[in-house]
């Protein structure tokens, strides 16, 4: 069965640089979140998507923003990195309206020097 | 705001040992789900609990919840050293006013299980 794709796996970027991770849903989900995951820590959420809007914001800095396209994959960008979003960051999906089951993907491994 | 806390955070225990992980939260929510997580890797859905007293069993781990308590628990039976992983629950409130759901992670329970 498809699962949620993220790419890139791994990525290494600078300290100001920026970056793009981006996020596949399980086909018919409608719903995506973003998660980061620091080293030993629970997954704090960033944002949500319903239907290609924005659903909630968590502790997302202002340096990040996200969109979800109309084929329901959803981008995470990152600016003026800092060593602290050095993380993993997760993507998940669901089908909206329903507080259904949570499925992740793989992640997306950050590292900023 | 929503707290949702486990203990212990870690736990290690000896194979063929039973011990129960337990997770309360701070409001409402009449459904709750618990993941395993492997170092560096992604999220497992283990149990999915949707209404109060529901009880879910796979292997050698078991769910409940107890809506009314605020409170759900991990009971593991005769561990064995597959299943150390970091156990996390996650309870979803009441809807956001955009009808989404924000799901909150508890602070997971770091297993290891000795041979």
């Known amino acids: 069965a498809a699962g949620v794709i993220q790419s890139p796996r791994h990525l290494i970027k600078e300290k100001r640089e920026t970056a793009t991770l981006k996020c596949y849903p399980i086909p018919r989900h409608d719903t995506v979140y973003w998660y980061q995951q620091g080293p030993g820590q629970d997954p704090q959420f960033l944002i949500s998507?319903?239907?290609?809007?924005?659903?909630d914001k968590g502790s997302i800095p202002d340096r990040f923003s996200a969109q979800q396209f109309s084929d329901y994959h959803s981008e995470l960008n990152m600016s003026s990195l800092e060593l602290g979003d050095s993380a993993l960051y997760f993507c998940?999906?669901?089908?909206?309206?329903?507080?259904?089951?949570?499925?992740f993907g793989e992640g997306s491994r950050l590292t900023v020097l | 705001e929503l707290k949702v806390e486990q203990n212990p955070l870690f736990l290690s225990m000896q194979e063929g040992k039973n011990y129960t992980i337990y997770c309360n939260y701070s409001t409402t929510s009449d459904r709750l789900y618990w993941y395993r997580q492997d170092p560096g890797k992604s999220l497992e859905s283990l149990f999915v609990?949707?209404?109060?007293?529901a009880v879910k069993q796979e292997g050698r781990l078991m769910a409940s919840l107890d809506t009314k308590a605020r409170l759900s628990t991990l009971h593991i039976t005769a561990a064995v050293h597959d299943l150390s992983a970091t156990y996390f629950c996650a309870v979803v409130p009441t809807a956001t006013t955009s009808g989404t759901y924000k799901y909150i992670f508890g602070t997971g329970t770091r297993l290891k299980v000795l041979a």
């Open positions: 609990l949707l209404s109060n007293g």
């Open positions: 998940a999906s669901t089908v909206g309206g329903s507080a259904g089951e949570l499925f």
């Open positions: 998507f319903y239907e290609k809007m924005q659903s």
